[in-house]
């Protein structure tokens, strides 16, 4: 008896220090309390570092771009403070309709951009990277601006949380695309993100220094709105994930939207992204890194149907 109490009070600490320890609410001087870095993900229970680092093995299938592809126009930010609906729809037509290939009979899937509230603001990239919640939180362009004016950026790179810095004012700073290419014909899709700029241009900030935090997410609306509602991630590197399961393990179902949100605490919300997703939420252990997609339209029976479309992210 004495011994199945002493377990029992041994496992009762154990819990007790696993929840101090990932609340950060741990003693300096206690002896298992450390910084969680980026490359000390293994830690978490969700990812062993391994599997962060390695990632998945390169399928059999050729999912190359090759030399018939469209290079593709990447469009800067806009701001959409105080628009309507309507015209947030004409913007979204006027980028399809400029595309170099025709996609017939588009128009904006209600379930993806049917939320948008008329006259609202929208939350700013300077809001997010350094005026955080609040009467500033709409400054600079607009950040949704990203995916709405680029269409083809069917899965693309968000940044997680909103930070309010005293005295730094910065410009629109983002993790910015390049090198759009798409095989129209194959559905094949490439794009490149210049972190390796970001972070050096987020250095000094609390958003860079926050080591506790998953910072980025995979934002999968462009690819709602073109029908393509379930993604899997069947290779990857240099990523490590916030959960498990996840987009790398399983078939994934985006839920990707438009709405009047509250976070930016502006007296009527804002026009903002939803919802988190942490399946789709991630960190980079190291650069280069990759993430690449398989997209379907219905639910497929395994993950090595053959996709409906192929995105290729490469992080540099």
Not at 73 to 97: F, H, M, P, W
Not at 165 to 188: A, E, M, Q, R, T
Request: net charge negative; proline share 5%; hydrophobic share 35%.
């Amino acid at each position: 008896m004495n011994n199945f109490r002493l377990q029992v009070i041994a496992l009762v600490l154990v819990i007790l220090t696993a929840v101090l320890y990932f609340s950060g609410n741990l003693p300096e001087t206690f002896p298992f309390k450390k910084k969680i870095e980026i490359t000390e993900m293994m830690d978490s229970v969700l990812h062993p570092l391994e599997e962060i680092t390695n990632g998945k093995e390169q399928p059999e299938e050729d999912f190359a771009i090759d030399d018939n592809a469209y290079n593709i126009e990447i469009k800067e930010l806009s701001e959409y403070d105080g628009k309507t609906k309507a015209e947030i729809y004409e913007i979204r037509k006027e980028a399809v309709k400029n595309l170099p290939f025709e996609i017939k009979d588009y128009t904006p899937d209600e379930k993806v951009f049917g939320r948008i509230q008329d006259n609202l603001p929208w939350w700013g990239m300077q809001g997010i990277m350094c005026r955080g919640s609040g009467p500033y939180s709409d400054m600079g362009m607009s950040e949704e601006s990203r995916f709405i004016n680029n269409p083809l950026l069917l899965i693309a790179i968000d940044t997680n949380y909103a930070y309010s810095i005293n005295g730094w004012i910065c410009d629109d700073i983002y993790p910015k695309p390049f090198d759009l290419k798409v095989n129209s014909d194959k559905n094949i899709f490439s794009v490149k993100y210049n972190l390796t700029d970001f972070i050096k241009a987020t250095a000094h900030t609390d958003w860079q220094r926050d080591k506790n935090r998953f910072k980025y997410s995979f934002d999968a609306k462009n690819a709602r709105d073109f029908g393509y509602n379930y993604g899997y991630i069947y290779s990857y590197k240099n990523i490590g994930f916030a959960v498990k399961p996840n987009a790398s393990n399983v078939i994934y179902q985006f839920r990707d939207f438009i709405h009047r949100g509250r976070s930016c605490d502006q007296p009527d919300g804002c026009n903002n992204g939803s919802p988190e997703q942490f399946e789709l939420t991630f960190e980079f252990v190291d650069l280069p890194a990759h993430a690449y997609f398989k997209l379907y339209k219905k639910l497929p029976e395994h993950k090595k149907d053959k996709p409906d479309a192929v995105y290729k992210i490469d992080f540099v």
